[in-house]
């Protein structure tokens, strides 16, 4: 029990055990006008006893179970902001806006695949490897994730600020691509200065939406990530076509200008909830390292990790398995389009039964379909048919991740920790990134370098990481039915 004195009239004492709000016996009049003096106090599970000198009887007001942790008494959180969230509101306008960011940031990224093998045939042609153009765009999402950690140190200037230096460094990432002529140069143009602008501009999107929305977040953060599909149909066939009439270098430009002008209508759109801390206040890194004490949070990143990997392989793969099945460059242009609107419709369609089910539930199923679908249908798509088909499927159940594992991470640390937890989720969501470089690899040592190693290394990992997310499941529930 701990003890502090006020003055000579009443003692406070404070119990770790739940927060209860106890008074004075006065007269319910004198309690009416002065309830606005009572106390909550932001700790875990307090007892608060109020004990006039020369009185010995209290009386139980109110009880109310917290989920503030022991750090946010040092720094105490501005729990008001939580407490009246509109659950929708201008917050639908805040989703529009990720949706437009996430049209850009993963559209582009999403296109990877059509560049490279454009790459591949065309100025890096006997210079570089598979291994080596797959790595650039791993290095743009490793990039992305690690260095979220920086969106919070500069959120004392506001998130407009924030979002217009993202906005300008991404898209002078795609323009400056265009002029490169070796493999470097596109490590650190769309790679690590494409990468570095996204991380701030996608972190702000993140942190923002989940402050206008409870039981429809599933849903707004579907709408917002959807715009990565729509993006990746868009930006497709788009790229395909610019690289063909104009090539590589006019294609970049021009669809980086055209992602600054959308960045800039978005930032216009987003607002927050919660103003921005003063200038004056101390820098402090977002990464605490105590939530690694949480077991469920360290086996959700596992889970989540493993799974991503899977994501990026046929995302980066399919142009180049369809020109290895005879189909031409605007075909397989088409069918990446595909897969991506199809991911699109996926993300919002089962963000919306994600919020009825479960999120956690949801994103184990969409992980294991996804895997059963590189290992069994992705293996005999041998025509334009067939390949369609994986495209349609997969593309409809494999991109959940960036529609659900904020809201995942909210529920399993409390809306409270959700900031240094999304921090700790995108940096160690890094290592997903390795996926097709490694999966080059497995090809380069497969004989004739057929695709089965990597359409099983994609399936494999994606059930890997689902059966992880389904034993978090059973440890948190303690039932295989359960909503999470």
């Not at 942790?69 to 989703?95: L, M, T």
């Not at 790679?191 to 702000?204: C, D, E, I, N, P």
């Not at 990464?287 to 596992?302: A, G, T």
């Not at 041998?382 to 909210?410: D, E, K, N, Q, R």
């Amino acid at each position: 029990m701990n003890h502090r004195e006020d003055d000579d009239s009443h003692k406070n004492y404070i119990n770790d055990n739940e927060l209860t709000v106890v008074a004075s016996p006065f007269s319910h009049h004198q309690l009416s006008s002065e309830s606005h003096d009572l106390e909550k106090l932001s700790t875990i599970n307090t007892v608060h006893h109020h004990i006039e000198s020369g009185g010995h009887h209290v009386e139980r007001l109110d009880t109310t179970i917290t989920n503030v942790d022991v750090a946010s008494v040092i720094e105490p959180i501005d729990v008001e902001y939580y407490d009246d969230i509109p659950d929708g509101g201008y917050g639908w306008f805040v989703a529009i806006a990720g949706f437009l960011l996430n049209f850009i940031m993963f559209g582009t990224a999403s296109i990877w695949g059509v560049f490279s093998k454009a790459y591949a045939t065309g100025i890096l042609e006997g210079k570089t490897t598979t291994v080596a153009l797959m790595g650039v765009g791993s290095t743009s999402l490793a990039c992305l994730n690690l260095m979220t950690p920086f969106n919070p140190m500069l959120a004392r200037f506001g998130i407009h600020v924030v979002m217009v230096i993202g906005s300008v460094l991404m898209s002078l990432g795609i323009i400056l691509a265009g002029f490169s002529y070796e493999i470097w140069h596109l490590y650190l143009t769309q790679g690590v200065l494409f990468g570095f602008g996204a991380s701030l501009v996608y972190m702000s999107v993140v942190a923002v939406i989940p402050q206008w929305f409870t039981t429809k977040r599933g849903a707004a953060m579907g709408i917002a990530s959807a715009g990565t599909g729509i993006g990746g149909l868009s930006l497709s066939p788009m790229a395909s076509s610019l690289i063909a009439k104009y090539g590589i270098a006019w294609a970049y430009r021009i669809i980086g200008l055209m992602a600054f002008g959308i960045c800039m209508v978005a930032t216009a759109l987003i607002r927050t909830r919660i103003p921005k801390p003063p200038m004056n206040q101390k820098i402090k890194s977002p990464i605490k390292l105590y939530m690694l004490k949480d077991i469920n949070f360290v086996i959700w990143l596992f889970g989540v990790v493993i799974s991503l990997a899977g994501y990026f392989v046929p995302l980066y793969y399919l142009p180049k398995y369809g020109a290895s099945i005879g189909l031409d460059d605007s075909t397989t242009s088409n069918l990446l389009g595909i897969a991506c609107a199809l991911n699109a419709v996926g993300r919002i369609v089962l963000g919306w039964v994600a919020d009825r089910i479960g999120r956690l539930n949801m994103y184990i199923i969409s992980c294991t379909v996804a895997g059963l679908l590189c290992c069994i249908l992705w293996k005999f798509a041998t025509s334009y048919h067939t390949l369609l088909a994986f495209s349609i499927t997969w593309g409809f159940v494999c991109g959940l991740y960036f529609a659900l594992a904020p809201p995942i991470t909210g529920t399993i640390v409390g809306i409270e920790k959700i900031s240094p937890g999304l921090s700790i989720l995108f940096v160690a969501s890094s290592i997903a990134s390795v996926g097709p470089p490694i999966a080059s690899a497995i090809q380069s040592s497969t004989p004739g370098e057929s695709y089965i190693g990597v359409q099983m290394f994609s399936g494999a990992i994606y059930l890997f990481g689902a059966l992880i997310c389904f034993g978090l499941k059973i440890k948190m529930t303690k039932s295989i039915f359960s909503f999470i």
